[in-house]
């Protein structure tokens, strides 16, 4: 199972730096994506990295988050910067053997979610 940290309360305008701590040995031929879902709401896609490191963002964050990995850690971040209010939610990552995607249905493993408030 995976584990995220770095949740918390910021104010809007501020940033924020998710982790996603992959506990298994092979973490190389693995895809990650981090998926948010906020109280009343669907999960919704945010971004992802494939295991070459190419990455794709959803059009809501597109511009503000940054994903990225360090294999030899085993970790996948989530640099989110200029927050709104309407990014709070729970946030999950996810991982695949293979190639990324934005659909959650695609990522057999999954964090416990950490919590993301923005709010003035």
């Known amino acids: 199972q995976l584990v995220e940290s770095g949740g918390g309360l910021v104010q809007p305008g501020d940033s924020l730096a998710l982790r996603c701590i992959w506990p298994g040995r092979t973490f190389d031929w693995f895809s990650v994506g981090w998926f948010r879902q906020a109280p009343g709401k669907e999960r919704e896609f945010a971004a992802s990295?494939?295991?070459?490191?190419?990455?794709l963002s959803g059009d809501s964050v597109k511009g503000r988050f940054t994903i990225s990995r360090d294999n030899a850690e085993k970790v996948v971040y989530l640099q989110m910067n200029n927050l709104r209010p309407e990014d709070t939610a729970v946030y999950y990552c996810?991982?695949?053997?293979?190639?990324?995607?934005?659909?959650?249905?695609?990522?057999?493993?999954w964090g416990q979610g950490t919590q993301v408030t923005v709010s003035s």
């Open positions: 990295i494939h295991y070459t490191n190419i990455t």
């Open positions: 996810a991982a695949r053997a293979g190639t990324y995607s934005d659909y959650e249905g695609d990522y057999p493993i």
